[in-house]
């Protein structure tokens, strides 16, 4: 499953991020990257330091601010977030993200995937986020402040630059519910619950129904 969620950061945290380019120092993007994804990796990451912090506190409230990630990503944890750029002639080839990772001092599994784009198209040509889903391939280039979940099951690439800069954050979620199919059921019968809700009135049968089914369902699934 993909969500596009326009408008993820509001103007404020988009501007936070951005002034972050003009601070902090830059690494090459390999070092965060294994030993045979980063021959496929061409750019560089902020060293944020002591701004980490305030960074991943940006995506959290943005996060909790976003009631589609409530019910289609069921965020258990949030990774600290990094800040990429690709100038022209740099791209990341095709990789799958690596299911297991550590932050704030405890391994994480990663379920979701999250690239937040930090430039509008016009400043830049080329560096499409390109995901091979298990039915078809779609290209993204969004609006600054936008963003884009995917499951980290994918295989996916940002295409080379070939104009201006390229700006964007990426992070992981470790989500309540493991499965990605199931995370899908839910995801569709809380559309359908909110479908009914606005037809039913409060104590019909059928938007109890709806409900039950739904937190039945959360009962099962979840992780503790």
């Known amino acids: 499953m993909i969500i596009e969620t326009t408008g993820f950061l509001g103007s404020d945290a988009l501007r936070f991020l951005r002034g972050l380019y003009e601070e902090c120092p830059r690494a090459d993007?390999?070092?965060?990257?294994?030993s045979e994804i980063g021959k496929f990796k061409e750019n560089v990451e902020l060293e944020l330091g002591e701004r980490a912090q305030a960074v991943k506190e940006a995506i959290l409230t943005a996060c909790n601010e976003a009631p589609v990630l409530g019910y289609a990503v069921l965020p258990r944890m949030v990774t600290r977030p990094i800040l990429s750029l690709y100038e022209p002639g740099m791209h990341y080839g095709?990789?799958?993200?690596?299911?297991?990772?550590?932050?704030?001092?405890?391994?994480?599994r990663s379920d979701i995937s999250?690239?937040?784009?930090?430039d509008d198209p016009s400043a830049y040509d080329g560096g499409e986020l390109l995901i091979e889903s298990d039915t078809s391939s779609q290209r993204f280039k969004l609006p600054a402040g936008s963003a884009v979940f995917y499951s980290t099951?994918?295989?996916?690439?940002?295409?080379e630059v070939s104009r201006g800069v390229r700006r964007a954050c990426v992070f992981w979620i470790e989500s309540l519910v493991r499965d990605p199919q199931k995370r899908r059921i839910l995801f569709d019968i809380a559309q359908l619950g909110e479908w009914i809700g606005q037809r039913e009135p409060v104590d019909s049968d059928i938007r109890r129904t709806a409900v039950r089914a739904r937190e039945n369902l959360y009962r099962m699934w979840l992780e503790g």
């Not at 993007?29 to 294994?34: D, F, I, N, R, W």
């Open 94 to 108: 095709s990789h799958m993200d690596s299911a297991i990772g550590y932050d704030d001092g405890r391994l994480y």
């Open 153 to 159: 099951l994918y295989d996916h690439e940002v295409l």
């Open 29 to 34: 993007g390999k070092e965060t990257a294994g």
């Open 114 to 118: 999250c690239t937040v784009f930090l």
